[in-house]
């Protein structure tokens, strides 16, 4: 069983050079990337905007139907025009057809730790819905880096403890300190999503490699807080499955990042996940 807990369905023609796609194709691009590498469910992540390229929360539920090979996890809209209304986010989340929130800071020119996020932390708490934060490397230009630092989970993880908080991209580049954030806070997990662009290189891949084993060595006992997930459509999901398997899990380890972990916090039905591929 393998679920991958980090796909995007935005076009992403201008970081690629891919053509633009309308979301309908981009889903069934996810369905078949999923069949080909042998990943039984996916959690689709929305964006902090909404464009030609950038599906709304509400489009993308409309199109997956709530498909059991998919989660919906929401993006905040949090300093655009349009704004998420949270009071329209909490119904989708009463209603059990969002199962998260995504953050998406330095991005939307706020900090992890910014002080008007209580609102959106106090949901996530009174419904048991995860948090997942990008943290780390803004592959913006635009996007102000400091503002999605992993240290400034810590401050969040501290003054929510009733919030499971989800560092994406394990804080690239700074493992040491997602290292240290997941050791000292039960309630923070991390994804090893997006650590390439596209597949990856041999050198890059060895030292993504060190830099996880390190981190893993630091904060003890992975399985109980990491998750597999790839940043699909902006990493191939092949070689990223070869990654996790390269990381030298042990079984037990393996079996939690690659979907128990992520069933639990999601609160995927696997049950419904119709003829899992063994692996
Ligand atoms: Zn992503």
Redesign the pocket.
Known sequence: MLIDC?V?LNAYHTVNGDRRRPTEENVDRLWDAMAANGVDHAVV?TSYKVDVDRPSVERVLEILAEDPRTTVVEGLRWRGDARTDLFHMEERIRDGVVKGIKLYPGYDKYAINDPSLEAVFRLAAKHDVPVMI?CGDTYAKGAKVRQAHPLLVDDVAVDYPDVRFVI??LGNPWFVDTAEVLYKNDNVYADI??LTLGDFDYEFERYVIMRVKDLISYMGTPGKQLMYGS?WP?VEMGPYVKFLEGLGFSEGEREHIAWKTAAEIFKIDVSRLESPTPH
Do not use: R
């Open positions: 980090h995007h992540l990008h994406c991209h999503s997006g940043d902006l």
